[in-house]
C-alpha cells in the first residue's frame, strides 16, 4: 500500500461531517488538485467522545458510497502507541506511530555506539542538494542525537512490527510522530532520525517532525515565517536525499500535524512542494468540530442556544478542558468574553467571533480555542447534541467544506 502524493487528514469528531469533508476533495479534484481523504481520530478523542475506532471506517465508507468516490482514501489510528494500537486494528489502514515521549530518553549505551559508527560515513562536510550550506557532522553530532531521538525511534519499531504481525506487511501506511515535544528537530537531526527509521526496517511514508514556532490548534501559526520556510525546505531535502541514502520508501514526505488553520505558513509550503516536486500530508483534526458549532450558531434557535451553552459549559470547567492540550494552546483567560455578554450575540455575531477570519474584527482567537477543547461538552450532551448535527445538516455541511475547501486545499495545494 503506497500513499499518494498529496493527502489531507480530516478529523470529524462526532462523525456527521464526512460527507461534507470529502466534497472537499471532490470540489479539489474537478480543478485538477487530486488529493486523498485520511480520516483521523485519536485514542484521547474516542474516549472523550465516547465511540470506537469502528465509527470512523463507517463513516468513510458512507461518505465514499454515497458521493461515488472511486479514488483511494485511508482511516488514521492517529497517535496510537502499544498501549492502545489494538482498538484500531481491525478499522484503520494508516497508523500514526506516537513516539514524541520517548524523545530525551537514552536508548543504551551499546545500541548508541553501534548507531553512531554505522552512520560514521556520513561524518565531515555533507552537501544536500536543495540545501545551499553544507551540513557538517561530527561522531559527536550523531551520537548526541542518537541519545535525544533513537530510543524513540526503537519504540516505533515494536509498534510497526506489532502492526504488521497483525495486519500483514504492506497492508497499512506507516507514519511516524515526533511532533508532540518541546524542541523542534533541525535537519541534521532528521537526517539521522531517518537513518535510525531505516536501521528498524519501519517503512514510513510520512514523518511529522516538530517544526519551529507554536502550532496552536484551529489558529494561525506563531512564530517567525522566514525561519519555518527554510526549515521546511531544507526538510524536504533532507528527506529526497535519505530515501536514496538509505533505501526508504520513495513516497516518503512529510506531515504536518495541527495543520488546519495555518495561513500564514501555506503560501511558503506551496513554494516548497513545488520547486521539489514534493508530496505532503496536512492533517487537521478540529477545524471540522467548530465548523459545526459555527454552524449550529447560524441556524439560530435551538442551534444557537446549544452553541452558547457549549461556551457556557466550556469555561466553567476551563482547567478540566484546558490541560490535556496545554502545550498546543495559548488562552487569555482575562480576555475571554463573559457567559452574560455571550447570551447576548446573535447568530451572525457568534459565528463570526468562532470563525477564523483574521480580516474580521469579531474574530476572537481565544473564544475559537475555547470552543475548540470544548468538544467533550458536547459529547455530554449526547443526543441533543447530535440530533441538533441533524437537524441543521445543510448549513453545516455548507460550511465545513467550505472551510477545508476554500481556506486550506485551495491555498496549501493552488497550481499543484
Known sequence: MKIEKYSFGIGDRFAHQGKAQLQAMINAAELGINIVPVWNKSFREHKTIGTKPQSVRAEANEAVADLGWEKPFYCDADHINLSNVDLFLESCDFFTLDVADYIGQKASDEDIAAFVEKHSQLTGSLDIPGIEEPI???KEDIKAIAEKTLLAVQEAGKIYRYIAENKGEGNFITEVSMDETDLPQTPKEMLFILAAISDEQIP???IAPKFTGRFNKGVNYV?????????FEQDVAVIDFAVKTFCLPETLKLSVHSGSDKFSIYAPINKTLK???????????????????????????EGLEIAKQVYTDALARFDELCGPYATVIDIDKDKLPSVKEVNEWDEQTFAAKLRHDPENPLYDLNVRQLIHVGYKVAAEMGDKFIFALKRYETVIAKGVT????????LKIF???
Open 136 to 138: 557538517e557532522v561530527t
Open 402 to 409: 467550505e472551510n477545508i475547501f476554500e481556506k486550506h486545499i
Open 275 to 301: 520547486k521539489f516536486n514534493a508530496g505532503i500530508h496536512v492533517k487537521t483534526a478540529g477545524t471540522t468540530w467548530l465548523e459545526e458549532v459555527a454552524g449550529l450558531a447560524l441556524a439560530g434557535g
Open 204 to 206: 514510513a511514508q510520512t
Open 223 to 231: 512564530g517567525d515565517i522566514d525561519t519555518f520556510a527554510k526549515e
Open 414 to 416: 493552488k497550481d499543484m
